[in-house]
Nanobody, 116 residues
């Protein structure tokens, strides 16, 4: 299983970025896809997840600003990030899981930096 993220970068506060993640080598049904992030000195935290039934879950800190979406045929998941804040700065990781219980595979991460 390979997950490849793209779309990270440097943006000013208030700007937008779109992260994409493509999964390959999948031999199981993906029931959960999601984005997590880890800032320096902090633990990895949930940003947003989406189930095979398109049920979404967001961290309170990103509700109303971030939107997660997925393509079940292409096995891709995207994260549209609007109204970015400096506190959104982190390495963002894509993950997939074969059950709704959690993530089984992770991508390598992509850096998002929001300047004030």
């Amino acid at each position: 299983v390979q997950l490849v993220e793209s779309g990270g970068g440097l943006v000013q506060a208030g700007g937008s970025l779109r992260l994409s993640c493509a999964a390959s080598g999948i031999i199981f049904t993906i029931n959960l896809m999601g984005w997590y992030r880890q800032a320096p000195g902090k633990q990895r935290e949930l940003v947003a997840t989406i189930t095979s039934g398109a049920i979404t879950n967001y961290a309170d800190s990103v509700k109303g600003r971030f939107t997660i979406s997925r393509d079940t045929v292409k096995n891709t998941v995207n994260l549209q990030m609007d109204s970015l804040k400096p506190e959104d700065t982190a390495v963002y990781y894509c993950g997939v899981g074969w059950s709704l219980g959690g993530i089984n595979y992770w991508g390598q991460g992509t850096q998002v930096t929001v300047s004030s």
